[in-house]
């Protein structure tokens, strides 16, 4: 195969990749919008999960803290095309500027890269109310860690 071809093939690829990770994302904000809506843990936090955005992001917002989720699309060390959402600190004082908080690689089943904090060698799936309310709660823990400038 040559290599326009091989290169062609790998982009066409990448692109129905990010379709399904699109979807994923979309279901992580509504799994996260639902936990702190209603979830027994969570809901009483407060925390308000804003619209999923055009640009592939949303955002939290907690105690005058807000941090945006966004997903992008990144090739692995065999070029595959796999999801990020990185998690960013909004500056306190309305400019553009963002603090990065962490990030994790998503899957199109809502899988993440991220232990499950209480079952030893399984990972998060954000695909659950309670594995995105604790993404979420995690991500806002590490906004209230940083100066906010």
């Known amino acids: ?66 941090i945006w989720f966004v ?12 999801g990020q959402v990185t998690c960013l600190l909004q500056r306190a004082d309305g400019e553009v500027g963002t603090v990065a908080l962490g990030r994790f690689n998503l899957g199109k089943q809502g899988e993440t890269s991220l232990d499950a904090p209480d079952r030893l060698g399984e990972k998060l799936n954000v695909f659950e109310v309670a594995g995105a309310g604790y993404v979420v709660l995690h991500c806002l823990r590490l906004a209230l860690k940083k100066d906010h400038e």
């Open 1 to 66: 195969m040559d290599a326009e071809l091989k290169l062609t093939n790998m982009m066409y690829a990448a692109a129905g990749r990010y379709t399904e990770l699109r979807a994923a994302f979309k279901r992580f904000r509504t799994a996260a919008r639902d936990a702190y809506a209603s979830h027994v843990r969570y809901g009483p936090l407060g925390v308000i999960i804003g619209d999923l955005g055009s640009k592939q992001r949303f955002s939290a917002e907690f105690s005058g803290r807000i």
């Open 71 to 82: 997903l992008s699309l990144r090739l692995d060390d065999s070029e595959t095309a796999i």
